[in-house]
Antibody, heavy 118, light 107 residues
Framework: EVQLVESGGGLVQPGGSLRLSCAAS????????MHWVRQAPGKGLVWVSR????????SYADSVKGRFTISRDNAKNTLYLQMNSLRAEDTAVYYC???????????WGQGTLVTVSS | DIQLTQSPSFLSASVGDRVTITCRAS??????LAWYQQKPGKAPKLLIY???TLQSGVPSRFSGSGSGTEFTLTISSLQPEDFATYYC?????????FGQGTKLEIK
């Protein structure tokens, strides 16, 4: 059974940093591209970032470019999102999701809440 | 970026009703469209991919159609568990954008 478990969310002050993790199991993690998607409270889904299977290629939404860094450790079956210079508008539930080659994201984690507030 | 506009944003319907949600893309995306269902406090669930392919395990009352710029999600006979928010997503080009969502409520 595929499992994606996010962790690392919490309350952080504006300008602060946080690193999210997504522990994967039940599939060959190193074979799949992975994504982060976020959802602000009461709002819709917004794609944040993606990384290819070996970590050599990444993409970001304009809203987080230069502040967030996606990475992965295939030996540990773990995806990361390093978030720096956090803003109030980054407050959201952050989900990791497994890519399926342009066929949608079938597998999602449960999400981890990031709250940016003083 | 490709914009996806869903209509309606809110939909009130009864159990047994047939409902249709539309997703329009700002430019052609071939059939690279997925539909998701999300319930409060839960992660999205993939219903349809490639515009019309039903994800394994999803009830056959859900169907999708369209290509290019206009797509529809149809639920043939609403069940109590179908009341949720639905999102379309384009996977034709980066960034892979989502529609704003359609909240389906019980009448």
């Amino acid at each position: 059974e595929v499992q994606l478990v996010e962790s690392g969310g919490g309350l952080v002050q504006p300008g602060g940093s946080l690193r999210l993790s997504c522990a994967a199991s039940g599939f060959t993690f190193s074979s799949y591209w992975m994504h982060w998607v976020r959802q602000a409270p009461g709002k819709g889904l917004v794609w944040v970032s993606r990384i290819n299977s070996d970590g050599s290629s990444t993409s970001y939404a304009d809203s987080v470019k230069g502040r967030f860094t996606i990475s992965r450790d295939n030996a540990k079956n773990t995806l990361y999102l390093q978030m720096n210079s956090l803003r109030a508008e980054d407050t959201a539930v952050y989900y990791c999701a497994r890519d399926r080659d342009s066929s949608g994201y079938k597998d999602w984690g449960q999400g981890t809440l990031v709250t940016v507030s003083s | 970026d490709i914009q996806l506009t869903q209509s309606p944003s809110f939909l009130s319907a009864s159990v047994g009703d047939r409902v249709t949600i539309t997703c329009r893309a700002s430019q052609g995306i071939s059939s690279y469209l997925a539909w998701y269902q999300q319930k409060p406090g839960k992660a999205p669930k993939l219903l349809i991919y490639a515009a019309s392919t039903l994800q394994s395990g999803v009830p056959s009352r859900f169907s999708g159609s369209g290509s290019g710029t206009e797509f529809t999600l149809t639920i043939s006979s609403l069940q109590p568990e179908d009341f949720a928010t639905y999102y379309c997503q384009q996977l034709n080009s980066y960034p892979p954008t989502f529609g704003q969502g359609t909240k389906l409520e019980i009448k």
